[in-house]
């Protein structure tokens, strides 16, 4: 008992240090990054949508077609990170998406959007999973639930900050001679060069070389994810080589890539087009919105999501990862997206598609804590990589999808319909590889019970 005290204390502050040096700076990367990527939406119904004529269809597909350009050099970037290390891969991410964010200032065509968009997506291409890797390097497997979650708060408060931001900048029109939208593009780009310097000189890419945590702090660390990555690296043995071959010849990969589409499919349609459907209630309930009032709409499902992203993480943390920490938010993600359709005020349907943020964002993190369980080295890399890249292929089939299909049928019942279907059939997926995959995990200790999905 008194041999294990001062290893838990050591295990402890080195966990809070990690918390509080490295989460915080990455998850403001990914603040950013969300950003940027999402800003096109705040900037369609509030004069570029007009600026360009652009339809339903032709927004779908250029906040989509991002993802293909992300898509294309999804694993090549995750495999480059894997070689090179976070700090320089990150930093030249950063700064190349923040230079291309910048020149939508200037978009005066359909097609220059699309191709800035498209440009956008190869220059962001491997951030995201790069990312949740980094992160995953830097904790033993019984804290990375506790560690996503922190790092995943970026996103929802993104929209709490972001879309009130985005609508002041949008106000600030007539600024440089700019219109509105074009101020926020303007004035959102410039963090992610900034931030991409600052990376480069800050970021470390292993505890080994973290002089900022004591000696007894690095050789715990290191020695705990040294023992994980060899009893996996056994593991694999049996069935795949630790490579990119094993990543990408592991089923379970696969099914968590579907499971993934789902919940990415209904974060997607969300982002892109919640700020029109906002707009959408002037003509539907008879109102007006300033562009103020309507970021701040837009902004309130968020702040509630990112609460109940806070304490699900923590119970996951606490109690163990289940299988119904990721396949319930879904089922209620499922029911409660098409629901909100059939509410008669803005209030009422605003309130509904705030349970489904909540759902999305309460599984996410934990739903990235389960690829790092069995792959590792160059697999965890490119396996990573690979379902991140079906969450990039959802986000472009919601964005185009949903805007093609508002078109076709003039509302938007049938597109929430298909978000509501997908997220059940990722409740289904999870809930199928809990019963199907019963291969044994490294035995737990207080904090990390093993999932049923990789029992």
Known sequence: ?????????????AIKKISVRLVPFVALMFFVNYLDRTAVSFAEPNGMGEDLALTAAQFGLA???FFIGYIVLEVPSNM????????????????????????????????????????LGVAEAGFFPGAILFLSQWVPARHRTKILGLFYLAQPLTTVFGAPLAGWLIGRHGLFGLEGWRVMFLFVSLPAILLGVITWFYLIDRPADAKWLTSAERDWLTKELAAENAQKTGHEDKHAKADLKAAFSNGRVWVLSLVYFGFVYGLYALAFFLPTIISGFQEQYDTTFSVMDKAWITAIPYLPAAVVLYFWTRHATRHGTRTWHIAGPAVVGGVTIPLALYMGS??????????????IFAALPVFWSVPSRFLTGAAAAAGIALINTAGNIAGFAASYVTGWLKDWSGDYYVPLYLVGFFMLLSAVLMVWLAARNRTAEPAPGPEQQPLEALR
Not at 1 to 13: F, H, Q, Y
């Open 1 to 13: 008992m008194g041999a294990d005290a001062p290893s838990a204390a050591v295990e402890r502050t």
């Open 63 to 65: 906040s989509g077609i």
């Open 80 to 119: 480059a990170l894997h070689r090179f290390g976070a700090r320089r891969w990150l930093a030249r991410i950063m700064v190349t998406w923040g230079i291309v964010s910048l020149l939508f200032t200037w978009v005066n065509s359909s097609g220059q959007l699309y191709t800035l968009r498209f440009l």
């Open 346 to 359: 803005p209030s009422a349907t605003v309130a509904v598609i705030t349970v489904t943020a909540c759902s």
